[in-house]
């Protein structure tokens, strides 16, 4: 759309407030509402002012003057609105209209104009699957003097005990049933309908392995930088429908101990001219070379990618060997508990790659970004993931022996090791000027300042269990 498109959708629709989106680092959606008088060709052009120091990842107070400039290609009416709202995502630039480059929206667009000029590719495609939890309600506090966490589903195992009709589900068990069991089906469906009114292509939902109400709705490809759009606007979708219908949704890796947590796993693809680079008939798995070098890698720079795709010590209570969590670095033909599996498929447009070990705590800018960075640094140096010892694996890897498994790496065991890979693995990032080292900094510093130190200095309730009477 032009600014003349938009203002005419806002007469049409009879649009009363104009809603402008934005990211901010660690991958929250931030938003600023114009009423509609405010609102004309020169602010959609132009942008809006704002104070980058609030945000977090941004900058200090001394050099706070930022500008919020609309990307018009991502209009939409808001399906939650008390009044007619149009919505549109914004990228961040400095007051000069020096683009920003701590702005994560401006890394997507900076990886995709790197594909373009590598050569290489001239697009790439991404399809992630979110997993998500359903509950009918959550209590958390942690202060100095208590510490406690309490959800509740109406299906979850542990209330079969209770008075009702008995339709709980098994931990491990809840993949696929059908109603009563699948108590949040039509919670889902709304979600699905919601999604479909703002245009994003829906796949498919279903329930999701874990008791308690995990699910997951699988999305149509598209390009990164879009993706990641929509991703953001998935969130907010699928959060709303669970207020409307008195539930609430995270996507925690592992809010619930002793089930399986939420991944997001990621299929990407590379095209050029219009043709799929990854596949390949008579090759293991139908993939190309190309396609094997791009494996190669997301596996060597694994470590430091889980910085980026899995940033939230949370992450990694799920990627825990025994829940079907991909924490081994290897790749497979359709074995679930690789880190990357290779869909099968007779169809030259399908062929894609799987990593199956990010999940949604991510901010989906950056750990797109980051992956297609890994991938392309594969290509570049002919790598063979075969012969790095990262595979094929075409067994159940939870099933070897241990001598076997000791010859298979698995990925960090906590965000402070993922960031120290990150830190002393990145100059993948740098090429091209996509990611800088004033951001990869800025990131490190922000989570091991305001999430792994704070989560490490405050007593767990299991240690109360564990050593109060020691």
Known sequence: MNTSEVMRLIREKQIEMVDFHLIDLPGIWQHVTLPISQVDEEILDGGIPFDGSSLRGFRGIEESDMLMVPDLKTVMVDPFAAVPTLSIIADVYD????????????????AEAYLKKSGIADISYWGPELEFFIFDSVRYASHGHESFVYVDSEEGYWNSGREGLGHTIRPKEGYFPVAPLDATYGVRTAMVKALQSIGIQV??????????????????????????????????VVRNVAQQHGK???????????DNGSGMHVHQS??????????QAESYAHLSDVGMAYIAGILKHGPALLALTNPSTNSYRRLVPGYEAPVNIVFS?????????????????????????PDATSNPYLAFAACLMAGLDGIKHGWDPRKMGYGPVDKNIYALSEGERERIQSVP???????AALEADHDFLLEGDVFSE????????????????VVNLRPHPMEFELYFNS
């Open 95 to 110: 007051p000069e209209r020096v683009a920003y480059q701590r702005d994560p929206r401006r890394i997507a667009q900076n």
């Open 203 to 236: 796949e498919m939902h279903h329930h999701e392995v874990a008791s308690g109400g995990q699910g997951e709705i699988d999305l149509r490809f598209n390009s990164l930088t879009r993706m990641a759009d929509i991703v953001m606007m998935y969130k907010y």
């Open 248 to 258: 609430t949704v995270t996507f925690m890796p592992k809010p619930l101990f002793g």
């Open 270 to 279: 590379l095209w050029k001219d219009g043709k799929p680079l990854f596949y």
């Open 333 to 357: 033909r359709g074995n679930r508990s690789a880190a990357i599996r290779i869909p099968v498929t007779n169809r030259a447009e399908a062929s894609r790659i799987e990593f199956r070990t």
């Open 413 to 419: 065991g906590s965000l402070a090791e993922s960031l």
């Open 438 to 453: 004033d951001l990869l900094n800025t990131w490190i510093d922000h989570k091991r300042r305001n999430e792994v130190d």
